[in-house]
Nanobody, 114 residues
Framework: QVQLVESGGGLVQPGGSLRLSCTASLTFFSIYAMGWYRQAPGKQRELVATITSDFSTNYADSMKGRFTISRDNAKKTVYLQMNSLKPDDTALYFC????????WGQGTQVTVSS
């Protein structure tokens, strides 16, 4: 069974930064495209950013220029650097393959508030 463990969330003021990490117990991690997703209260889960096996990245429009996704295949870890955070970024953040598999971790909570 795949395990995805997200960490790095917290409470941050508007304009602040956080770096999320996700470690995946995927045997062939390096061949998978990975993504960060988020779900805000009362809203559907949305795709935030993706990174392919050859390190190509893509972002949802509202995250472009603020978020950076990266990966370390040796550590089976994907990261999300989030800068210039806004209150609308408040959500539970998850990582998963892209397209997403049925296995989800517990996520890490990001709260942006003054």
């Amino acid at each position: 069974q795949v395990q995805l463990v997200e960490s790095g969330g917290g409470l941050v003021q508007p304009g602040g930064s956080l770096r999320l990490s996700c470690t995946a117990s995927l045997t062939f991690f390096s061949i998978y495209a990975m993504g960060w997703y988020r779900q805000a209260p009362g809203k559907q889960r949305e795709l935030v950013a993706t990174i392919t096996s050859d390190f190509s990245t893509n972002y949802a429009d509202s995250m472009k220029g603020r978020f950076t996704i990266s990966r370390d295949n040796a550590k089976k870890t994907v990261y999300l650097q989030m800068n210039s955070l806004k209150p609308d970024d408040t959500a539970l953040y998850f990582c998963n393959r892209n397209p997403a598999s049925n296995f989800w971790g517990q996520g890490t909570q990001v709260t942006v508030s003054s």
